[in-house]
T-cell receptor, first 111, second 114 residues
Framework: DAKTTQPNSMESNEEEPVHLPCNHS???????IHWYRQLPSQGPEYVIH???SNVNNRMASLAIAEDRKSSTLILHRATLRDAAVYYC????????????FGQGTTLQVKP | NAGVTQTPKFQVLKTGQSMTLQCAQD?????MSWYRQDPGMGLRLIHY???????DQGEVPNGYNVSRSTTEDFPLRLLSAAPSQTSVYFC?????????????FGPGTRLTVT
């Protein structure tokens, strides 16, 4: 599975937008980009996924670079409840549903 | 729907003891899996199942057994617990194994082996 690289930690102020970057320079054409987050003392939860085009849902937006070697998860208005570890994961056609988690980015939101 | 449930929430074992971590889902999901998460690290896949009667190994299967006799349940067995198995264990499920299937995680079981 292709590797992703994320910053270890980021800080944001409440009610401001947050841009969480992910580098995946070895991504293949069939890899989907998935984001999950893990709130303190909870299991991970799905956030969003995409292939080539930018994607929006009720939780966040996903901006994918034209060459697909990087992507950015955008939280439009951070709240204290968004403080979590955010994981960027590549999922390949050939895998059988497995998620390969890296270290993720720990997001702190300051009031 | 209750979603993915796990029992117990906490467990302390002595080295060499055996136990079963329970996982159940009520969403009729085909795919179920077990992960472990050590402090400060991401999750690592232990075992997974793509349907009743079918299981396979993940990244770190040693010391663990699984079976899938029903769609709903996917228990994880520790045959002889070791301190290295101290971790938080998460069960997950998804409707299909496909790339677009969102995975749902349970709340976790925190296991300590002394």
């Amino acid at each position: 599975d292709a590797k992703t690289t994320q910053p270890n930690s980021m800080e944001s102020n409440e009610e401001e937008p947050v841009h969480l970057p992910c580098n995946h320079s070895t991504i293949s054409g069939t890899d989907y980009i998935h984001w999950y987050r893990q709130l303190p003392s909870q299991g991970p939860e799905y956030v969003i996924h995409g292939l080539t085009s930018n994607v929006n849902n009720r939780m966040a937006s996903l901006a994918i670079a034209e060459d697909r070697k990087s992507s950015t998860l955008i939280l439009h208005r951070a709240t204290l409840r968004d403080a979590a570890v955010y994981y960027c994961i590549l999922r390949r056609t050939s895998n059988t549903g497995k998620l390969i988690f890296g270290q993720g980015t720990t997001l702190q939101v300051k009031p | 729907n209750a979603g993915v449930t796990q029992t117990p929430k906490f467990q302390v074992l002595k080295t060499g003891q055996s136990m079963t971590l329970q996982c159940a889902q009520d969403m009729n999901h085909e795919y179920m899996s077990w992960y472990r998460q050590d402090p400060g690290m991401g999750l690592r896949l232990i075992h997974y199942s793509v349907g009743a009667g079918i299981t396979d190994q993940g990244e770190v299967p040693n010391g663990y057994n699984v079976s899938r006799s029903t769609t709903e349940d996917f228990p994880l067995r520790l045959l002889s617990a070791a301190p290295s198995q101290t971790s938080v264990y998460f069960c997950a499920s998804s409707l299909k194994t496909g790339l677009l299937s969102e995975q749902y995680f349970g709340p976790g079981t925190r296991l300590t082996v002394t």
